[in-house]
């Protein structure tokens, strides 16, 4: 039995999730916090939610952080800011007693959780999006360049997409469709005009996300404009596929396994066959394949490459079971 314990911390815009894995695959503890993203929370908030997840996770699992072989911390927007990232990569050190660890773009944990640790490209839309690939020891991203200017695809942007066609229903410059009365109802909304006061208010990017699941259900209520929304939002994604393609340097005729994360990939076939059909378009060689393992997980698993440790495929596949029944 390999009872060498590795820590995966996957963050994100809207939930952060603690696991610890033995080398055996197996799922010895796991916790869900609240949002680590530090644009939003600042770094004193950042610390805050990863001392108390470890605590909670440790306290589960019954051992204290010295019994951590190695860790990965995936953190949202790590990378992005030259100046803050020693900051960002110096916080577990106080909180784990050790530096038996790894920080990175919560971005690593998807990919390494989606292809179960091999070459390939994964698209992450949740609350943002981006792609990120290795390949030969390679490695590139598209994408994740924010809410203001970028994260086409993202459940922001289809809520905020979804929002505008509100408004312009409303106002009469597009026919009324499901997508009105569903916005209207679920919003508690008197009058169209109070939608500015229920999204005005709202003070994190997360609260804006949320609102994409109605998009989807206006969809399935036949509103084609809405469906519209989730065909450009899988062209945006296939793009991002795409783009890092290109930057690997995969060959004419390489196979490239693409697989995706994230709440938006939630809609399923809502959101999967369009992708397919778009990948067609940008990336001709890319075969789509569902996720192995959960970010979280895959944190876990960068977490035993990291130390010389790497899960064998039996153990992959137990704790792919393992996650499947959590």
């Given at each position: 039995?390999n009872?060498a314990l590795f820590?995966?911390?996957?963050?994100g815009?809207?939930?952060?999730?603690?696991?610890?894995?033995?080398?055996?695959?197996?799922?010895?503890?796991?916790?869900q916090?609240?949002?680590?993203?530090h644009?939003?929370i600042?770094?004193?908030?950042?610390?805050?939610?990863?001392?108390?997840?470890?605590a909670?996770?440790f306290?589960?699992?019954?051992?204290?952080?010295?019994?951590?072989?190695h860790?990965f911390f995936?953190?949202?927007?790590?990378?992005?800011?030259g100046a803050l990232?020693?900051?960002?990569?110096?916080?577990?050190?106080?909180?784990?007693?050790?530096?038996?660890?790894?920080?990175g773009?919560?971005?690593?944990c998807?990919f390494?959780?989606?292809?179960?640790?091999?070459?390939?490209?994964?698209?992450?839309?949740?609350?943002?999006?981006?792609?990120?690939?290795?390949?030969?020891?390679?490695?590139?991203r598209?994408?994740?360049?924010?809410e203001i200017?970028?994260?086409?695809?993202s459940?922001?942007?289809?809520?905020?997409?979804?929002?505008?066609?509100?408004?312009?229903?409303s106002?009469?410059r597009?026919?009324?469709?499901?997508?009105?009365a569903?916005?209207?109802k679920?919003l508690?909304l008197t009058?169209?005009?109070?939608?500015?006061?229920?999204?005005?208010s709202?003070?994190?990017?997360?609260?804006?996300?949320?609102?994409?699941?109605?998009?989807?259900e206006?969809?399935?209520a036949?509103?084609?404009?809405?469906?519209?929304?989730?065909?450009?939002?899988?062209?945006e994604?296939?793009?991002?596929?795409?783009?890092?393609?290109?930057?690997?340097?995969?060959g004419p005729?390489?196979?490239?396994?693409v697989?995706?994360?994230?709440?938006?990939?939630?809609?399923?076939?809502?959101?999967l066959?369009?992708?397919?059909?778009?990948?067609?378009?940008?990336?001709?060689?890319?075969q789509?394949?569902?996720?192995?393992l959960?970010?979280?997980?895959?944190?876990?698993?960068?977490?035993?490459k990291?130390?010389g440790?790497?899960?064998?495929?039996?153990?992959?596949?137990?704790?792919?079971?393992?996650?499947?029944r959590?």
């Amino acid at each position: 039995m390999n009872r060498a314990l590795f820590l995966g911390v996957d963050g994100g815009g809207s939930k952060t999730h603690f696991v610890l894995v033995d080398g055996d695959g197996n799922l010895v503890a796991a916790h869900q916090g609240p949002s680590c993203y530090h644009v939003e929370i600042g770094i004193d908030g950042l610390r805050s939610v990863l001392a108390d997840g470890l605590a909670a996770l440790f306290r589960q699992a019954a051992i204290d952080a010295s019994a951590v072989a190695h860790a990965f911390f995936g953190l949202p927007a790590h990378g992005e800011d030259g100046a803050l990232e020693p900051l960002l990569d110096a916080l577990p050190e106080p909180l784990l007693g050790h530096r038996r660890y790894a920080c990175g773009n919560d971005m690593v944990c998807a990919f390494a959780g989606s292809l179960g640790g091999e070459d390939g490209i994964n698209i992450v839309a949740g609350t943002g999006s981006i792609g990120y690939g290795e390949w030969h020891g390679k490695s590139a991203r598209a994408g994740g360049w924010g809410e203001i200017f970028g994260d086409e695809g993202s459940a922001y942007w289809i809520a905020v997409q979804g929002l505008s066609i509100f408004t312009r229903m409303s106002d009469g410059r597009l026919p009324r469709g499901p997508l009105h009365a569903t916005l209207r109802k679920s919003l508690g909304l008197t009058v169209d005009l109070d939608l500015c006061a229920k999204t005005m208010s709202a003070r994190d990017r997360g609260s804006i996300a949320a609102l994409a699941p109605l998009v989807a259900e206006a969809v399935r209520a036949g509103d084609t404009l809405a469906g519209g929304i989730f065909d450009e939002a899988a062209r945006e994604l296939a793009a991002l596929a795409g783009a890092v393609r290109q930057a690997l340097g995969f060959g004419p005729g390489d196979p490239v396994a693409v697989s995706y994360s994230g709440g938006v990939f939630n809609g399923g076939a809502l959101i999967l066959e369009p992708l397919r059909r778009h990948l067609a378009e940008y990336c001709g060689d890319c075969q789509l394949r569902p996720p192995i393992l959960p970010p979280s997980a895959g944190a876990a698993l960068r977490a035993a490459k990291l130390a010389g440790q790497p899960l064998s495929a039996a153990a992959i596949a137990r704790l792919a079971a393992s996650c499947s029944r959590s």
